[in-house]
T-cell receptor
Framework: GAGVSQSPSNKVTEKGKDVELRCDPI?????LYWYRQSLGQGLEFLIY????????KSGLPSDRFSAERTGGSVSTLTIQRTQQEDSAVYLC??????????????FGEGSRLTVL | EDQVTQSPEALRLQEGESSSLNCSYT??????LFWYRQDPGKGPEFLFT???AGEEKEKERLKATLTKKESFLHITAPKPEDSATYLC????????????FGSGTRLSIRP
């Protein structure tokens, strides 16, 4: 596709369930980022991929969060045993170069997660 | 600790009323400073990159400037379609893969 695609766009789950969020980056983009945006807040860095490896996963808030990327393309963010504080919009972004040359990240529209 | 602070949190202007948004930053070596625009329910959209103090970039009614401690996004004669949240972000040399975002300024332009 022409842009970054994320699915699902909305996810409502019960506390304690596991969820998977998917990101399809722009074709050819080697760098992929996950961010989290809580209501009225800025973007919180979670993890960065270069190809299939994750040289920086320092933003993952706990061991309940994990992410993988396969084939240098699609990435999945998994949250185990969800808690209410995990409710947020999860944004994925991709870029051509790493480290960034221009600072231009291309963002998807996000996956809104609500944990009841 | 690398940090980005934006002010004001919200700004309401009349159409045609020019103003500026502020982004203050502390970072251990600035690789680049970025401005993004975010519309409700959408992901952020890239506007500008600034690399060094004194640099300026322009796009339509927007102009971004950079000093050693802060950046300004000047909006000249804004229109209602300029209403959005404007995000500032920095990329430190110490962790070039991590771009640190501020919490944004929510701009509303009344016709």
């Amino acid at each position: 596709g022409a842009g970054v695609s994320q699915s699902p766009s909305n996810k409502v789950t019960e506390k304690g369930k596991d969820v998977e969020l998917r990101c399809d980056p722009i074709s050819g983009h080697t760098a992929l980022y996950w961010y989290r945006q809580s209501l009225g807040q800025g973007l919180e860095f979670l993890i960065y991929f270069q190809g299939n490896s994750a040289p920086d996963k320092s933003g993952l808030p706990s061991d309940r969060f994990s992410a993988e990327r396969t084939g240098g393309s699609v990435s999945t963010l998994t949250i185990q045993r969800t808690q209410q504080e995990d409710s947020a919009v999860y944004l994925c972004a991709s870029s051509l170069a790493s480290p960034l040359v221009t600072g231009e990240l291309f963002f998807g529209e996000g996956s809104r997660l609500t944990v009841l | 600790e690398d940090q980005v602070t934006q002010s004001p949190e919200a700004l309401r202007l009349q159409e045609g009323e020019s103003s500026s948004l502020n982004c203050s930053y502390t970072v251990s070596g600035l690789r680049g400073l970025f401005w993004y625009r975010q519309d409700p329910g959408k992901g952020p959209e890239f506007l500008f990159t600034l690399y060094s103090a004194g640099e300026e970039k322009e796009k339509e009614r927007l102009k971004a400037t950079l000093t050693k401690k802060e950046s300004f996004l000047h909006i000249t004669a804004p229109k209602p379609e300029d209403s959005a949240t404007y995000l500032c972000a920095v990329q430190p040399y110490s962790s070039a893969s991590k771009i640190i975002f501020g919490s944004g300024t929510r701009l509303s332009i009344r016709p």
